[in-house]
């Protein structure tokens, strides 16, 4: 009997460790689990935040030594004229008569060539400071320039400058006192205004100068050099908008400019003198022929360059240039400095011959400014911090040269020395900010392949016991990140980006290699199944990876992933071939517009109804689900009003109609269609509903031939299994955002989807309902995966579509740049942040789908009555 007492208690006491100790490795499990979602987490934030930095960072250096100008400028004085909106190929067919005069016999004329985006900031920003787009104005949504900058505005003398309150502003915000900037009334700028009404905002620009000319302040300025005199016209912007430039509205008001440009002339040379002056006209942009500017047709990036007057060429001599170019000839005129982030290159054939020797050392201070810039680049890159690089010394070489020439009086020969120069220091410079921006690139792609190492690892390996590999590796890789921080500090580089970029990069090539020692993946052991899962992931991931540029693609992605369960599955139901079929169809159709086809949501809603008779067996859920949809269809054809309560009251008790539905899979998850499409009919302007419905019924034949996993991962090694369906579930997500439409098009986000529910603008509420909308698709989804996974499942499916996900946005890293439209900036932005968002939203919608799918609402009800005290 004691003997048996004594095992008894022994048992106890074993079961009781064993117990301690499983309850143990859970915590630890957990604790792990958090860790990797906080580091992943960061590792997102950190790369989304990283690629906007590294492409959008200001080109702009402050504190570059200003090369001061030589000395004997032709003129004293310059009249700037900008066009705004003029496009070359309406000004050279039909050229208005005075300006056609100076580019035939009193000056010279080309093209200036601009850069995309042909907008009216960038483009004046180009003419007066040489400088290209600042993409740092991403952060600030393209409206002005994020810092200040330099300009001719700046270095002048003084500038008196008129015209558009959305331009003048610009330069006078930041100038040294020295820019001084009158507007007319914003409220002028109207582009649906006549002929007559848009002609005022040059009329006044004129008659705004020529009263200055009468002041007190242009007799204080009379002799003095170095002056600007800016003009900015809008109305041909104005016209081409309204009337398209090829009307004869917009000629017209090209000839009036003319017109008043010969007025002023004669004005200014009887004020301050004959052979004193130069005059520069041209335009910031052009204009398609349908009136709009902002991308990189011909039409858009070329405009008019004219220049004549005090030390122009005056033989019609033709010259086309960049639009940067424009700073360094305005600048070189009048014998200012050249702006110190200026990127053009003097023209130096718009000068008149007798000016030779000036345009030679023009020259010369146009490369030294450059070189500055190639200096300043070099030190930001942190690249021989301390050293002249040799491409330094070749541009000083370059410069010596020059001077020498002209020095021995063969002013031709530094000309084109000179000239010479100016092109390579613009390559140099090319090369230094390029060369920043790929380091900072490849530290960031290292950053993220280690977390997705990791992840894969988390996903396929087997722990076991670490060994003595995992303190030599901790221990060289803490020897790294201490080196790269040393040097660093002991380089006197003042840019701390790069550091740290590499430093996450280490840290997380490091945490991989940790994991990699104490992991060992594990994989199918069916050779067949095995090639089928892995050559459908790659080919699927492909399809996505095109699909968010071409939306036709996703279409060919679903008719794969059809063929793939044909292969996988012996019986696979009709109505998931036809709703195949039908979902492949979406992509080809034209994007939602705002503008609502009603007839198209009802036939939707009829839809849904068909779904409730022959699915429902319960006649309570059967009659309250067709009063639902009855109510909503009476709402959206404007029946009813449901803007006050009525479409509220649908929405906010979308979750009691899911949880009265019974928590069996099937049925669960036809509730939670039912209970969303509702509320989706009402925030829908076309086929929406008939989409969801027929992903519904997709997923729903996807769940009759699959059942939940039942082994962990471990015991099972179908990894490859997990990564075929998450690279499914990957499909079926882009699928409910570029199916209906491009989630960066404007129509996606349009006000009047909410007409419904709210009309009077307020945008967080609306933009609130439209993500709701958008992320209603996803929620389904998100339950199906939930209902496809075991509770036992430590490695779940939506680790995998993480995996893909992050996998997605590394190529797509590299397709955000800088460069181009807006519309290709933007683009591009969008294609990024939905790859590397749209997977942690699935998560995020995965863990909610839990209670939509595990709350009974009648079993609750049931548990609440059955509840007694009983008195003994």
Aim: aromatic share 12%; glycine share 6%.
């Amino acid at each position: 009997m004691f003997m048996r007492r004594k095992r008894l208690s022994d048992n106890a006491e074993s079961e009781a460790t064993d117990s301690r100790k499983l309850e143990r490795k859970q915590w630890i499990e957990m604790g792990n689990s958090y860790v990797l979602a906080l580091w992943g987490l960061i590792m997102h934030l950190i790369l989304l935040w990283g690629v906007l930095d590294v492409n959008f960072h200001s080109p702009v250096i402050r504190g570059l030594p200003i090369v001061p100008a030589p000395t004997g400028a032709p003129a004293k004085r310059l009249l700037l004229f900008v066009a705004d909106g003029l496009r070359f190929q309406t000004f050279i067919e039909k050229p208005p008569p005075y300006l056609r005069d100076a580019m035939k016999n009193r000056g010279v004329w080309g093209i200036s060539h601009t850069r995309v985006p042909t907008e009216s900031r960038p483009g004046h920003v180009a003419i007066v400071a040489g400088l290209y787009e600042d993409p740092s104005a991403i952060f600030k949504g393209w409206q002005e320039n994020p810092v200040d900058f330099d300009s001719v505005f700046n270095q002048s003398h003084a500038t008196w400058a008129w015209g558009s309150p959305d331009i003048i502003p610009i330069f006078t915000k930041g100038s040294k006192r020295n820019v001084h900037g009158q507007s007319y009334p914003s409220t002028w700028q109207d582009f649906d205004a006549n002929s007559n009404e848009t002609r005022r905002l040059d009329s006044w620009v004129f008659d705004s100068y020529l009263k200055w000319l009468q002041s007190s302040t242009a007799e204080a300025v009379r002799s003095q050099n170095g002056i600007i005199l800016f003009f900015h016209l809008l109305g041909c912007d104005t016209l081409g908008h309204a009337k398209k430039p090829h009307s004869r509205e917009y000629v017209e008001n090209m000839n009036y400019v003319d017109r008043k440009i010969k007025e002023v002339v004669s004005a200014t040379e009887h004020f301050f003198g004959r052979d004193t002056t130069a005059y520069v006209f041209t335009s910031d942009h052009g204009m398609t022929d349908w009136g709009s500017h902002g991308s990189g047709l011909p039409s858009e990036t070329e405009t008019p360059l004219v220049a004549w007057g005090a030390g122009v060429k005056s033989s019609g001599f033709r010259q086309d240039v960049e639009q940067a170019s424009i700073t360094p000839l305005i600048a070189s005129l009048i014998g200012i400095p050249i702006p110190i982030n200026n990127e053009g290159a003097l023209p130096w054939q718009y000068f008149d011959m007798d000016y030779r020797e000036y345009v030679a050392h023009s020259l010369i201070s146009n490369v030294k400014q450059l070189a500055h810039q190639v200096s300043g680049n070099r030190e930001i890159s942190c690249q021989n911090s301390g050293y002249t690089d040799w491409r330094e010394a070749r541009l000083n070489d370059k410069i010596r040269k020059a001077n020498q020439h002209i020095s021995r009086r063969n002013i031709m020969a530094g000309i084109r020395e000179g000239d010479d120069a100016i092109s390579f220091s613009k390559e140099a410079l090319s090369y230094f900010r390029q060369y920043q921006r790929i380091r900072f690139l490849v530290c960031l792609s290292l950053m993220w392949l280690g977390w997705i190492v990791l992840l894969f690892l988390k996903i396929t390996g087997v722990q076991h016991q670490s060994s003595q590999k995992s303190t030599l590796v901790n221990i060289g890789f803490a020897s790294l990140l201490a080196l790269i921080w040393i040097s660093h500090i002991m380089s006197n580089c003042d840019n701390w980006r790069l550091p740290c970029y590499e430093s996450l990069a280490i840290i997380s090539v490091w945490l991989t290699a940790a994991t990699f020692i104490t992991s060992t993946p594990l994989f199918d052991t069916n050779t067949e199944n095995l090639y089928i899962n892995i050559g459908g992931t790659v080919l699927l991931l492909v399809m996505l990876f095109i699909g968010f540029t071409y939306r036709f693609t996703l279409s060919i992605g679903i008719l794969l992933l059809m063929l793939i369960r044909l292969i996988k599955s012996e019986s696979v139901p009709a109505f998931m071939v036809w709703t195949s079929l039908a979902l492949a169809v979406f992509p080809l159709l034209p994007v939602v517009e705002p503008y609502p086809r009603v007839y198209i949501v009802i036939i939707g809603v009829c839809v849904a109804i068909g779904i409730v008779i022959i699915n429902e067996m319960s006649q309570s859920r059967k009659i309250m689900e067709v009063i639902r949809l009855v109510i909503t269809s009476l709402v959206y054809i404007e029946l009813i009003d449901g803007r006050y309560w009525i479409s509220w009251i649908i929405l906010l008790t979308t979750p009691l109609y899911i949880w009265y539905h019974p928590v069996d899979t099937k049925k669960r998850t036809l509730g939670v269609m039912l209970g969303f499409f509702c509320p989706l009919t009402l925030l829908s302007a076309s086929y929406e509903p008939i989409f969801f419905a027929a992903l519904t019924i997709n997923l729903l034949s996807w769940l009759e031939v699959s059942s939940p996993t039942s082994k962990s991962s471990g015991e099972r090694g179908e990894i490859t299994e997990d990564l075929i369906k998450a690279v499914f579930f990957m499909l079926y997500i882009l699928l409910c955002f570029f199916g209906t439409g491009n989630m960066a098009s404007i129509s996606s986000f349009d006000p009047s989807w909410t007409r419904h529910f709210v009309t009077v603008f307020s945008p967080f509420l609306m933009t609130s309902l439209i993500i709701f909308k958008l992320s209603i698709p996803v929620i389904l989804v998100g339950c199906v995966c939930y209902s496809l996974e075991s509770e036992e499942c430590k490695k779940p499916i939506t680790l995998a579509v993480l995996l893909l996900g992050d996998c997605l946005s590394l190529p797509l890293m590299y397709c955000v740049t800088p460069y181009g439209s807006w519309l290709d900036i933007g683009s591009a932005i969008s294609k990024f942040v939905i790859a590397i968002t749209l997977p942690c939203l699935f998560v995020l919608l995965r863990c909610l789908s839990r209670p939509l799918m595990k709350v009974d609402l009648e079993r609750s009800q049931i548990g609440i009555l059955s509840q007694k005290k009983h008195i003994v």
